[in-house]
């Protein structure tokens, strides 16, 4: 078992900044590919970004990229996605996932039903 946390959402003015948190913790020491995802009511669950378990390799959503990084830093088992130049169709309710070895294919990680740890959410507001 896998135990997910997100931080950092909020309200924050188009044009503006956020940066979620997310840590990953389980009985073992191993290090887990991470993602995040977002949703609104109503809709089905988009994937945001990805990165892999060593920070090696990154993926990101077409309608973020440019604007959002995904990052971690392994000595404290913590993903980050640092989201600027926010836009209003950025509010949702962001999600993160945990990926445990043996490791997704990057094809699958777009797909919210091949990711089997989540946290609890943490809501994102762009509004003015």
């Known amino acids: 078992q896998v135990h997910v946390a997100e931080s950092g959402g909020g309200l924050v003015q188009p044009g503006g900044s956020l940066r979620l948190s997310c840590t990953a913790a389980?009985?073992?020491?191993?290090?887990?590919?991470m993602g995040w995802f977002r949703q609104t009511p109503g809709k089905e669950r988009e994937f945001v970004a990805a990165?892999?378990?060593?920070?090696?390799?990154?993926s990101y959503a077409d309608s973020v990229k440019g604007r959002f990084t995904i990052s971690r830093e392994n000595a404290k088992n913590t993903v980050y996605l640092q989201m600027n130049s926010l836009r209003p169709e950025d509010t949702a309710v962001y999600y993160c996932?945990?990926?445990?070895?043996?490791?997704?294919?990057?094809?699958?990680?777009?797909?919210?039903?091949?990711?089997?740890?989540w946290g609890q959410g943490t809501q994102v507001t762009v509004s003015s």
């Open positions: 996932a945990a990926d445990p070895p043996p490791y997704l294919i990057r094809s699958s990680w777009y797909s919210a039903d091949r990711w089997d740890y």
């Open positions: 389980g009985r073992t020491s191993s290090r887990y590919g």
């Open positions: 990165i892999t378990s060593t920070g090696g390799g990154t």
